[in-house]
């Protein structure tokens, strides 16, 4: 394999698949021990209170882009977490998490409770990987997105 313009070759580093039962709450665990932001896409939102759960930890530098179709839950974790980054895209499908300064999650489950559904994720703790989809994924992605009417000022 080689890297090209549209992707990344990350050589000699240990990736690993989770199996379904692996849970968000199991990935974002120790995320409040760190003082780097966390970045989250995702389809759907979860209920606010696994959210609350969830969230509450540290509930800043969390940055979080989901499908516009969860705007309204989007709006009221907004307004449980005002130090949380949250916009919306009617493009959203990526289930991507960074967090930390080097671990990266990929895989089919959205932010929350996926228990009734058969899902995987492929991780990796490499800054390389990290930094590139930081960068090259979310960054760009967020730049493009209008923030909540409720950041704004507007409600």
Same mark, same amino acid.
């Given at each position: 394999?080689?890297?090209?313009? !549209?992707?990344?070759? %990350?050589?000699? @580093?240990?990736?690993?698949?989770y199996?379904?039962? $692996?849970?968000?709450?199991? /990935?974002?665990?120790?995320? $409040?021990? #760190?003082?780097?932001?966390? $970045?989250?896409?995702?389809?759907s939102?979860?209920?606010?209170?696994?959210? @609350?759960h969830?969230?509450?930890?540290?509930?800043e530098? %969390?940055?979080?882009? &989901? $499908?516009d179709?969860?705007?309204?839950?989007?709006?009221?974790?907004?307004k449980?977490?005002?130090?949380?980054?949250?916009r919306?895209?009617?493009r959203?499908? #990526? @289930? +991507?998490?960074?967090?930390?300064?080097d671990?990266?999650? +990929?895989?089919?489950p959205?932010?929350?409770?996926? !228990?009734?559904?058969?899902?995987?994720?492929?991780g990796?703790?490499?800054?390389?990987?990290?930094?590139? &989809?930081?960068? /090259?994924?979310?960054?760009?992605?967020?730049n493009?997105?209008?923030p909540? &009417?409720?950041q704004?000022?507007?409600?």
């Open positions: 394999m080689k890297a090209d313009s !549209h992707s990344i070759l %990350i050589k000699n @580093k240990q990736f690993k698949i199996k379904p039962s $692996h849970s968000w709450g199991m /990935k974002l665990s120790q995320y $409040h021990r #760190t003082n780097s932001p966390v $970045h989250i896409i995702t389809y939102l979860p209920n606010l209170e696994y959210s @609350k969830i969230l509450s930890k540290r509930p530098w %969390i940055y979080i882009i &989901c $499908h179709k969860f705007y309204d839950k989007a709006f009221k974790l907004k449980m977490f005002p130090n949380i980054e949250i919306t895209s009617d959203v499908h #990526t @289930k +991507l998490l960074l967090v930390g300064k671990s990266v999650y +990929l895989g089919s959205n932010f929350g409770d996926s !228990h009734n559904w058969h899902e995987m994720t492929f990796t703790n490499s800054k390389e990987a990290y930094v590139w &989809c930081r960068d /090259k994924i979310f960054i760009p992605f967020w493009n997105l209008e909540l &009417c409720f704004q000022g507007l409600f």
